[in-house]
């Protein structure tokens, strides 16, 4: 076991809870380090239920595209925790020798006091973006905002709030407007917020709490629009219109949010010419997100000429997005369609399955190993089936995959197959497939 799995571990071990909202002990961490959060570059805080990482990538490749150094932190990772952590001298991802000495700082700090993993990991981020130089520090919230490790960032350069969607409500509330005030909670006085579009319920809430901090508001739908045309993205606003190349990442709904990241950028001034957009969207780099399975191990499981896709959407909002996208390739070139899956106890998979209903030909569940609170293969094909889909249990993702192989050979159609439902299981069909996110 190396030196970084040894401290996760131990790190894991400070708190009894997984999910323990608090911020207390967060600044009780942080004034240990000598505070690094009031150190850190220029913030733009996201928080929403769907997207947030996909529009973190696309604000990081726009800045990029026009010379700016960005920090980045994400979660959860897929394959390596150092995934979480990019830093901006480079780009690239936290190196081992300096992410153990970060999390060594943080324990020693912490001296054996109760705190969640992620409080503490979090810290160890901030320290580490303190320390090093960037121009912007593009910080995802991990789960709700009013109370989530992140939210001790006091002054950021803007907020932003993806769709707001139905999920955590074990800790975040039962309906969309508690999950809303939660999501809000990020919100700063006087600080720019910019609102994919929302929910009827939902933009209410962003707008009192906006209001209450004399927030100037950016609302996609009302401000500002992006949509397909005809094979482009058209970006328009007060300024003008933009004609832009649609975004790297696989859906329509990454039109939606490639154009809240550029409503970000520029509610803060930091939106490059259009050229440099356009670079940035061409390079859009987000693993995990209908990504297609192109070569290795995987596809030499799968059925000769299958098309693979792997996404690590999790609620109901991601189900309806990833069957659209299916939908539309569907209707490009029908394949007989077959869903792989794992999902956490604390998901909707009833939610999640349903916009699959008469899209998909059978669902294979499938547990996750590299989390305790995955549902076993047989309670998730009962849901499946509670939500019209034929399923089936397999023990693992190989037994799963075969069995679609001995199907496609029956039907004698290269089959398209979806691997989805967790990061936990994008990250585990990623590793076993022997790619690394870069």
């Given amino acids: ?61 726009i800045l990029e595209a026009s010379g700016k150094r960005c920090h980045v932190y994400t979660s959860p990772h897929l394959v390596s925790f150092n995934e979480r952590i990019r830093l901006g001298a480079d780009g690239k991802f936290v190196s081992d020798p300096e992410l153990f000495e970060a999390l060594h700082r943080c324990e020693e700090a912490n001296d054996g006091e109760e705190i969640t993993f992620f409080e503490i990991t979090t810290a160890a981020a901030l320290l580490l973006f303190a320390e090093h130089p960037a121009d912007v520090l593009l910080l995802e919230v991990g789960l709700g905002g009013r109370l989530d490790a992140t939210n001790v960032v006091e002054d950021p350069l803007a907020c932003v709030i993806t769709p707001v969607s139905m999920d955590h409500e074990k800790f975040l509330g039962e309906d969309l407007p508690v999950i809303a005030a939660e999501k809000a909670g990020i919100i700063k006085p006087g600080v720019p917020v910019v609102c994919a579009e929302q929910e009827d319920v939902v933009l209410p809430v962003i707008e009192r709490m906006a209001a209450r901090n004399r927030a100037p508001l950016v609302v996609c739908g009302q401000d500002f629009v992006a949509q397909l045309d005809q094979g482009r993205m058209a970006y328009q606003d007060e300024d003008g219109l933009i004609d832009l190349p649609l975004p790297l990442l696989g859906g329509n709904h990454q039109v939606s949010n490639a154009g809240l990241a550029i409503a970000a950028l520029d509610a803060v001034g930091l939106l490059p010419d259009e050229d440099e957009i356009a670079k940035g969207l061409r390079s859009v780099n987000w693993p995990g997100r209908l990504q297609p399975v192109t070569h290795g191990p995987l596809l030499e499981i799968c059925p000769q000429g299958a098309e693979v896709w792997l996404d690590g959407g999790h609620n109901p909002g991601a189900g309806v997005s990833i069957a659209e996208f299916l939908g539309e390739q569907e209707e490009r070139a029908p394949r007989p369609l077959y869903i792989v899956t794992g999902m956490l106890t604390t998901k909707d998979p009833v939610g999640f ?27 998730l094909a009962d849901l499946a089936r509670c939500a019209g889909l034929e399923a ?26 979806l691997i989805c439902g967790s990061l936990y299981l994008a990250g585990e069909a990623l590793a076993r497939n022997g790619t690394v996110p870069t």
């Fill in 1 to 61: 076991m190396d030196q970084i799995t040894k401290i996760l571990d131990r790190l894991l071990a400070l708190h009894p809870k997984e999910i323990d909202l608090s911020l207390g002990r967060m600044h009780r961490l942080l004034a240990a380090l000598g505070s690094p959060e009031k150190s850190l570059p220029p913030v733009i805080h996201i928080a929403g239920t769907n997207g947030k990482g996909s529009v973190t990538a696309t604000m990081r490749a």
């Fill in 353 to 379: 399955f349903r916009p699959f209903h008469g899209l998909v030909r059978h669902v294979g569940t499938v547990p996750i190993t590299s989390t305790t609170t995955a549902r076993s293969p047989e309670d």
């Fill in 392 to 417: 089936t249990p397999f023990q693992s993702l190989d037994a799963a995959l075969a069995d679609v192989a001995a199907c496609a050979d029956k039907d004698g159609e290269p089959p398209r197959i």
